[in-house]
């Protein structure tokens, strides 16, 4: 192994190889739901099987796809009208969710995605107070 003298280099996670994509996608197969949201949550996965993901019969799953920031915008902003509440709830707290989308979930029936779209942007709000 070749050293580097950045030390963050020494702990940088291996290459994304055609045999790791190929995992993912055995995960997103899984029957088991548990081994499906480890698909969901992974960085690497490819577009269709975020699409797959985010389908799901089950909310863990499409919970899962909600959170990961490298999720399309347009799979993040059909999200924001899942059925379930959770999802929507981590639709809300992915910082890359588009705009139309925290619009809508500003007016969620749920009082709590509500919260958390308030939340938000009271972080945004609170930036330019924190920057010195």
């Not at 190929?22 to 269709?48: F, G, K, T, V, W």
């Not at 989308?101 to 500003?106: G, I, Q, S, T, V």
């Not at 509500?114 to 938000?120: F, I």
Request: proline share 8%.
């Amino acid at each position: 192994m070749a050293h580097s003298d950045d030390p963050v280099a020494q702990f940088l996670s291996p290459a994304v190889t055609a045999s790791k994509v190929a995992r993912i996608r055995r995960l997103a197969a899984d029957p088991n739901p548990r081994i499906r949201e480890s698909a969901a949550l992974s960085y690497h996965a490819p577009i269709e099987v975020y699409e797959q993901l985010s389908r799901d019969s089950d909310a863990g799953v499409r919970a899962c796809i909600a959170k990961n920031e490298h999720v399309p915008c347009d799979i993040l902003s059909r999200l924001a009208d899942d059925p379930d509440e959770r999802v929507r709830g981590f639709v809300a707290l992915n910082f890359f969710v588009p705009n139309e989308a925290m619009e809508r979930l500003a007016t969620d029936p749920s009082v709590v995605v509500r919260g958390l779209v308030d939340w938000k942007a009271s972080l945004r709000d609170e930036e330019p107070a924190l920057a010195v």
